[in-house]
């Protein structure tokens, strides 16, 4: 776990490439990021792959591959898939299944270029291997997502990626890995019952979970925010904040919110004021970015 304040690049250099591709996480880790951050969902055959979300269709073009694999709901699961189904897809822009509009107008064209699925080991071969010829220690933040919808369907996605994480090396806080869920018992468990020395970082998305920090603080070395969460009201055109950040830093928590993104800045002016109002004002202690590069050069430069 590295000092000072850090930063980690979300899904890659999503804001240029799409997002948890092989190319957006060799055009992040170019940009000089502290970490680059997995998402991971399990395969049929219990391969983690790094991408957002259980479903497939808003990232890939698996309604025209494969249009027979949809379940009830219409939606495509990762989990109903092998990896060697999975690596017939091309992944894509994030775009709305509804109107097939990609979501940021201004990123990497939809459907451009030759984009696949990978494996979590994959990607870590490519950060280690990186790291090993560029003599750098970038390090990875793994997410497991929806932990609950894998157990319903008999899979336990956090021994398998822990399993996975100890073989190339990632096994207590001193190794450059970070691992983050949304799920507060499963977090739980992977510290309690899975014995894991890994820093864990338990991620928040519900107001009502910000009255936890207490709890969170006997399993969690840090939270992970929706920087919403540490906004106030504007008082004479400054902002001003709730406690999260001062309250997890008197229980020993680090605070990484999500998500900075240059081109989606709602209540900011610009991408400067919001790192220098979270970083230097609320006092986070790392951020997850679309855009490492601009972050990166921010906190150089400060």
Same mark, same amino acid.
């Given at each position: 776990? &590295?000092? +000072?304040?850090?930063?980690?690049?979300?899904?890659?250099?999503?804001?240029?490439?799409?997002?948890?591709?092989?190319?957006? %996480?060799?055009?992040?880790?170019?940009?000089?990021?502290?970490?680059?951050?997995? @998402?991971?969902?399990?395969? /049929?055959?219990? *391969?983690?792959?790094?991408?957002? @979300?259980?479903?497939?269709?808003?990232?890939?073009?698996?309604?025209?591959?494969?249009?027979? &694999?949809?379940?009830?709901?219409?939606?495509?699961?990762?989990?109903?898939?092998?990896?060697?189904?999975?690596?017939?897809?091309?992944?894509?822009?994030?775009?709305?299944?509804?109107?097939? &509009?990609?979501?940021?107008?201004?990123?990497?064209?939809?459907?451009?270029?030759?984009? &696949?699925?990978?494996?979590?080991?994959?990607?870590?071969?490519?950060?280690?291997?990186?790291?090993?010829?560029?003599?750098?220690?970038?390090? *990875?933040?793994?997410?497991? %997502?929806?932990?609950?919808?894998?157990? /319903?369907?008999?899979?336990?996605?956090?021994?398998?990626?822990?399993?996975?994480?100890?073989?190339?090396?990632?096994?207590?806080?001193?190794?450059?890995?970070?691992?983050?869920?949304?799920?507060?018992?499963?977090?739980?468990?992977?510290? %309690?019952?899975?014995?894991?020395?890994?820093?864990?970082?338990?991620?928040?998305?519900? @107001?009502?979970q910000v009255k936890k920090l207490e709890h969170f603080a006997t399993y969690a070395d840090g939270i992970g925010p929706w920087y919403k969460q540490i906004l106030a009201d504007k008082v004479a055109d400054k902002f001003t904040f709730t406690n999260l950040v001062?309250?997890?830093?008197?229980?020993?928590?680090?605070?990484?919110?999500?998500?900075?993104?240059?081109? +989606?800045?709602?209540?900011?002016? +610009?991408?400067?004021?919001?790192?220098?109002?979270?970083?230097?004002?609320?006092?986070?202690?790392?951020?997850?970015?679309?855009?490492?590069?601009?972050?990166?050069?921010?906190?150089?430069?400060?």
């Amino acid at each position: 776990m &590295k000092l +000072s304040k850090i930063v980690i690049a979300h899904r890659g250099a999503s804001g240029y490439l799409p997002e948890h591709t092989m190319e957006s %996480k060799a055009m992040a880790y170019a940009m000089n990021p502290d970490y680059i951050e997995q @998402d991971l969902v399990l395969s /049929k055959d219990n *391969i983690p792959i790094v991408i957002h @979300d259980i479903y497939l269709d808003d990232v890939t073009n698996v309604a025209t591959i494969f249009p027979d &694999k949809k379940r009830a709901d219409n939606r495509y699961y990762v989990i109903d898939f092998t990896f060697d189904e999975l690596q017939q897809l091309q992944v894509t822009e994030r775009f709305d299944t509804k109107t097939q &509009k990609q979501f940021y107008p201004k990123r990497f064209p939809k459907g451009k270029g030759n984009f &696949k699925l990978h494996s979590l080991q994959q990607e870590i071969e490519l950060i280690q291997g990186l790291n090993y010829s560029t003599n750098k220690n970038i390090g *990875i933040y793994p997410e497991i %997502k929806n932990p609950d919808f894998h157990h /319903k369907n008999g899979k336990d996605i956090a021994k398998i990626t822990l399993n996975i994480l100890s073989d190339y090396g990632y096994k207590t806080k001193k190794d450059a890995c970070i691992f983050q869920c949304f799920d507060e018992k499963e977090l739980e468990r992977i510290r %309690k019952e899975l014995k894991s020395d890994l820093f864990l970082v338990q991620l928040i998305e519900f @107001d009502e979970q910000v009255k936890k920090l207490e709890h969170f603080a006997t399993y969690a070395d840090g939270i992970g925010p929706w920087y919403k969460q540490i906004l106030a009201d504007k008082v004479a055109d400054k902002f001003t904040f709730t406690n999260l950040v001062l309250k997890a830093h008197q229980l020993g928590l680090k605070v990484h919110p999500y998500t900075f993104r240059a081109d +989606s800045l709602d209540e900011f002016s +610009s991408f400067e004021q919001m790192m220098q109002v979270l970083f230097f004002e609320a006092n986070i202690d790392g951020g997850f970015t679309d855009f490492p590069d601009k972050m990166v050069a921010f906190l150089n430069d400060n």
